[in-house]
């Protein structure tokens, strides 16, 4: 039987579209922003099935929808719970110290799986900074002293990034464009 990423209904907030309230609290509009870009690179995956996922559909590119999700499961991992939050964790997908950041890999045997790590990581992620201050700091790998609001705002550039190279793979894969999921 084939795998199909699952289809989402956005998430608001008092019926706004969590990247509309512009006069929100600092920290309502951070996490509001992130979900939405968390939830764009789902609404590109869903309803394609795992061979689907893992094509690489902008030539001459390798890139795929499944290892974009496979990376930002381990972009999720590394700055909230390993540099945010100190976990003593390992890479989701790939060895230690080896640079792929997940991109390389991706397996349309696995993506079911794959899909539910990322899903896994971003609830992590979420558990490991609720209550904690934007002006909380840490220190990075390179000793460079940062804040969670820091986080924040580089998880967001990281996702509308990401976001950018998962739109054109959509539209390739099937020629489905937008933000908004089908009904």
């Given at each position: 039987m084939t795998w199909t990423a699952p289809h989402l209904t956005r998430t608001t907030a008092g019926g706004l579209q969590l990247?509309?309230?512009?006069?929100?609290?600092?920290?309502?509009?951070?996490?509001?922003?992130?979900?939405?870009?968390?939830?764009t690179l789902l609404v590109k995956c869903a309803g394609l099935d795992e061979k689907q996922l893992a094509r690489a559909a902008a030539e001459p590119s390798g890139l795929t929808l499944?290892?974009?999700?496979?990376?930002?499961?381990?972009?999720?991992?590394?700055?909230?719970?390993?540099?945010?939050?100190?976990?003593?964790?390992?890479?989701?997908?790939?060895?230690?110290?080896?640079g792929d950041e997940g991109l390389e890999g991706a397996d349309p045997a696995r993506a079911e799986h794959d899909y539910a790590a990322y899903l896994a990581e971003v609830d992590a992620a979420e558990a490991a900074v609720a209550g904690r201050s934007l002006d909380e700091t840490f220190m990075t790998s390179r000793g460079r002293p940062c804040t969670l609001r820091w986080v924040y705002l580089a998880m967001i550039q990281e996702y509308a990034r990401h976001n950018g190279h998962a739109d054109l793979l959509r539209e390739r894969t099937d020629g489905e464009t937008g933000d908004y999921p089908r009904s």
């Open positions: 990247n509309a309230p512009g006069t929100a609290d600092e920290r309502t509009m951070l996490a509001g922003w992130l979900q939405w870009h968390r939830e499944l290892a974009l999700v496979r990376h930002l499961a381990e972009i999720e991992r590394w700055w909230f719970r390993r540099s945010f939050a100190a976990e003593p964790l390992g890479d989701v997908f790939t060895g230690p110290a080896d």
